[in-house]
């Protein structure tokens, strides 16, 4: 266990805080075999194999981010992150990989005991072929008519994540849709995400009814995070109020929001949707292979940034949590002070004195 620095409760009140925070969460360790129901969100280039074996061996569940991987980099992903931990962890898959298929079957191959499926609305069939195969689904829901559908199609587990988050989000902020899912979803532990950079929120969605946890942005600067020099000092440097949101030119050809660290990479998405309407306008592209390359053009931007350090003109994907990030610390330190803050507000109550 963890030793808590936490002043000024008393032992007697730390060891009930301590207590309390694992009923809280007890579902959702549970369910995902772990000692801290915090999740590492799956960041595309950034949660590879070092990073999700860091997360897991510090009693969270780290998740391995598959992105734009072929099938045979992620069973070598896959085969690395367990060389480097025995515990837990997940693969996140996105759901519009041209070759999805392949990719759960690697899961299932490599007897991978969760898998996240995101980027879109998972497939039914995509959900009996994991649960035949014994594998726990994690799907989001950005609604609560979705979070619905995913556990009629068999869900096992729901991520809840608002638009505070970075990468691709939706329009609803993480405090909202808490309130407007944990009430009616009992049946299944649900997991917030989006904005979440200490442990006093976790505690305060921990008691609203969620199971846990998913943290991504917090975990960037993260010692075993492989991600550039660059790239680190860019959010460690950031403020909440400089990851933005991108824009959307026409809406014709609609564009799924990307939060991150305004920078060149902003003015470059601009300049490439109107290049992109031009082509459509000229009858040179149609508009789904216009938007296409509009998911291209940031997963290219992406990787500019976190593997190359191009921090002007890559896309610096982050939450607006990134004002917490302000400077590099181990996974295990970063989970310490995560877990002393939730055990700090716990203690500190009345009730427990």
């Given at each position: 266990m963890i030793s808590p620095t936490i002043s000024p409760i008393d032992d007697t009140r730390t060891e009930?805080?301590?207590?309390?925070?694992?009923?809280?969460?007890?579902?959702?360790c549970e369910f995902l075999q772990c000692e801290y129901a915090i999740l590492g969100g799956a960041m595309t280039w950034v949660s590879e194999?070092?990073?999700?074996?860091?997360?897991?061996?510090?009693?969270?569940?780290?998740?391995?981010?598959s992105g734009a991987m072929p099938a045979d980099i992620l069973r070598e992903e896959i085969k690395k992150t367990r060389s480097k931990t025995k515990k837990s962890f997940g693969v996140n898959i996105i759901t519009l990989h041209p070759q999805l298929d392949d990719l759960i079957q690697v899961c299932i191959e490599e007897s991978i005991s969760h898998v996240v499926l995101a980027g879109g609305v998972p497939s039914k069939q995509s959900i009996e072929i994991l649960k035949k195969a014994g594998v726990k689904i994690i799907c989001f829901a950005p609604a609560l008519v979705l979070a619905k559908r995913m556990i009629q199609y068999g869900a096992d587990a729901l991520v809840i994540e608002g638009n505070e988050a970075g990468g691709h989000i939706g329009p609803v902020s993480t405090s909202v849709l808490a309130q407007e899912i944990l009430p009616h979803i009992k049946n299944v532990p649900v997991f917030i995400a989006g904005g979440i950079g200490c442990g006093d929120i976790m505690v305060s969605y921990l008691e609203m009814g969620a199971?846990?946890?998913?943290?991504?942005?917090?975990?960037?600067?993260?010692?075993?995070?492989?991600?550039?020099?660059d790239f680190k000092k860019a959010f460690m440097k950031g403020a909440a109020r400089h990851a933005v949101v991108s824009s959307q030119i026409d809406p014709r050809l609609p564009v799924i929001p990307v939060r991150a660290?305004?920078?060149?990479?902003?003015e470059d998405f601009m300049n490439f949707q109107r290049e992109m309407i031009k082509r459509v306008d000229d009858g040179l592209l149609g508009l789904s292979e216009a938007q296409m390359e509009i998911e291209h053009f940031w997963a290219g931007s992406l990787r500019k940034a976190v593997v190359d350090g191009d921090i002007d003109h890559g896309s610096l994907m982050a939450g607006q949590s990134v004002g917490f990030v302000k400077k590099e610390a181990s996974v295990q330190e970063i989970m310490n002070e995560l877990l002393g803050q939730a055990w700090r507000i716990l203690g500190s109550r009345a009730s427990y004195s």
């Open positions: 009930v805080a301590m207590d309390h925070l694992k009923g809280l969460w007890a579902r959702g194999h070092n990073l999700v074996a860091a997360i897991s061996n510090a009693g969270g569940f780290g998740i391995l981010a199971s846990g946890c998913q943290l991504g942005t917090r975990f960037v600067c993260a010692t075993e995070c492989q991600a550039h020099p660290l305004h920078n060149m990479a902003t």
